[in-house]
């Protein structure tokens, strides 16, 4: 088998660790050093999935705005674009500035180059920031951030899914938003908090790779009132 070669690699901000990218041939793989994969171009489907169950109920919408949490390979925001009308606003949160790096110059042809679109705006910092600084100001908040409501990067990012990190995704959104969160794997308790703040709750279960087949993810589906 091609042996993986390293690309580059970059300190996770705050919360220390290193992420690489790696190249094998026409293929690319993000790892954590220590913890293993966390994403790779030839695995998306449960990424895409996350875009299209979070914003389908915005097909209509005249001018929904989103927030896209984690940039990973561009899959999800590439599939919220895909989703969305032509006054749209996409922001995506990306803590770690070599991740949008390597879009630009390794990964962005892979997603169709989401970047490029003007509906898209990257901001640089921790997107738990942006959810408490946006009351009533998103139709959909997508979250792909670690494997999920148990953290495997950036440990800060567990706030995100206490129920003090929820009620803020709650006050984010706006009348009958919905709140999409991609995890590796089913956590029955994640899903009564998310009821206890409020939320109206749906667990999807969808496959890694399109086509059904690949690991099963969990995506859960949370609406505002």
């Known amino acids: 088998m091609t042996p993986w070669n390293l690309i580059d690699s970059s300190e996770i901000p ?17 790892m954590i050093v220590g913890g293993g994969e966390l994403m790779n171009t030839r695995m998306h489907g449960s990424e895409d999935a996350l875009a299209e169950l979070g914003c389908r109920h915005l097909a209509a919408a005249a ?26 606003e996409v922001e995506v949160a990306e803590l ?22 003007s509906r898209s705006t990257v901001v640089l910092g921790d997107v738990a920031t942006l959810i408490r600084k946006g ?41 009958n938003g919905v709140l999409a ?11 009564e908090r998310l009821r206890q703040v409020g939320f109206q ?12 087949k690949g690991a099963r993810h969990t995506i859960w589906l949370a609406q505002r009132n």
């Open 135 to 175: 009351r009533g100001r998103y139709d959909a908040i997508l979250l792909d951030v670690d494997n999920g409501p148990e953290g495997l990067t950036h440990r800060e990012n567990d706030q995100l899914y206490t129920a003090k990190g929820l009620l803020a995704a709650y006050e984010a959104l706006r009348a």
């Open 63 to 88: 001018q929904p705005r989103v927030l896209v949490g984690g940039l990973g390979m561009g899959f999800t925001l590439a599939a919220a674009l895909q989703q969305l009308g032509p006054l749209a």
């Open 201 to 212: 709750v749906d667990e999807h279960r969808v496959r890694a790779h399109h086509g059904g």
């Open 14 to 30: 705050k919360a220390g660790g290193e992420l690489r990218l790696y190249q094998r041939g026409g293929e690319y793989s993000i």
């Open 96 to 117: 770690v500035p070599a991740v949008l790096q390597w879009n630009r110059d390794h990964l962005g042809a892979f997603a169709g180059h989401p970047l490029d679109d």
């Open 181 to 191: 969160v991609w995890s590796a794997g089913p956590d029955h308790g994640f899903s």
